[in-house]
């Protein structure tokens, strides 16, 4: 594979309750800037008993993938690299959706779990933050990737959708849905993760995960005076107390902890269930939260690391508009 000459170029990542693109632009001196955009589809896109997504989740996921494929055009993006993840994994039509959403992105690279964890967990380690052994954690709508070494991944299906469709039965989870919620990924925990593994730090992710917690902390009642967007860090404590503020709440006043994204809010809670519980298995005393994602790590390999990027079986195509 040739080397990507594009100095910008859009990650479209197809995931359980929404469609995202990273547009990512590569300055003259190497720095990468990044614009995010995402299209809900929420529950028109599960699977549903069959396996299959629906007609319906069909159409929803084409609209989304049409509206991100003009904004890419309009932001001069023309080369593109695409995935999936949990929903085409499972899904018994997901070559359906594939070969529908072919003619706008081309191929589209359906990742495994192993894959996206180390994705992830590779962009993480070049945070500034991740100094001596870490342990990352990347928190989708369908499965989680924890990884804690450069080949030791491990990814179950406790995802911020995937728990709400599996133990939640309306739009906020009561105290027995959630106690189940956290015995779940226990098991998970203790099931996946080796007995003695010890990290003092967790990186914490993804894709606005970083703008949701600066944001939250400072909106939350004890908050005025943090500001995590000079440090970056924060404590499991602080975590703890902000989790349980947000579970205290009714759900019209969950739109102040993230204004910028309030359909965020809704699964906040589980996002911050799973990290909070990895850090009492691994004795982890803080969490570094971050907007770096499996999608802006592919877009830095493909500015950069072509070859490696060839090698996980994904390619740079050109984009056509839905």
């Not at 997901?94 to 070969?99: A, E, F, I, P």
Request: with cysteine.
């Amino acid at each position: 594979m040739k080397a990507c000459k594009q100095e910008v170029i859009g990650v479209f990542d197809l995931g359980s309750a929404r469609m995202k693109l990273t547009i990512a632009v590569r300055g003259p001196t190497g720095e990468f800037t990044f614009e995010r955009f995402k299209e809900e589809t929420g529950n028109s896109g599960k699977i549903d008993s069959s396996g299959m997504i629906s007609n319906e989740g069909l159409t929803s996921i084409l609209r989304a993938v049409g509206k991100l494929s003009r904004i890419a055009a309009e932001h001069g993006c023309s080369a593109v690299v695409s995935i999936s993840t949990d929903i085409l994994r499972r899904a018994k039509n997901g070559h359906v959706v594939l070969n529908q959403l072919g003619d706008a992105l081309g191929s589209i690279c359906v990742l495994n779990p192993k894959l996206e964890g180390l994705i992830f967990y590779h962009t993480a380690r070049l945070i500034p933050l991740a100094k001596g052994p870490i342990c990352s954690i990347d928190v989708g709508g369908g499965s989680v990737q924890i990884a804690w070494d450069d080949s030791s991944v491990v990814s179950f299906a406790a995802g911020t959708f995937r728990l709400e469709q599996e133990f939640q039965k309306y739009s906020i989870a009561s105290e027995k849905e959630f106690q189940l919620m956290a015995n779940y990924i226990e098991q998970e925990l203790k099931k996946s993760l080796p007995d003695n593994l010890r990290r003092k730090s967790i990186i914490f992710g993804s894709n606005c995960m970083l703008d949701f917690v600066s944001s939250a902390i400072r909106a939350s009642s004890n908050g005025l005076n943090d500001d995590i967007r000079n440090s970056s860090v924060v404590s499991v404590n602080r975590l703890r107390e902000l989790l349980q503020e947000i579970r205290n709440q009714p759900p019209n006043s969950f739109a102040k902890y993230f204004p910028a994204n309030p359909q965020f809010m809704l699964g906040a809670d589980k996002a911050l269930l799973n990290v909070l519980l990895l850090a009492s298995h691994v004795c982890a005393e803080s969490v570094i939260p971050t907007n770096e994602s499996v999608g802006t790590g592919i877009a830095r390999l493909a500015l950069t690391k072509p070859e490696v990027l060839s090698s996980f079986n994904m390619r740079v195509e050109t984009l056509k508009v839905l």
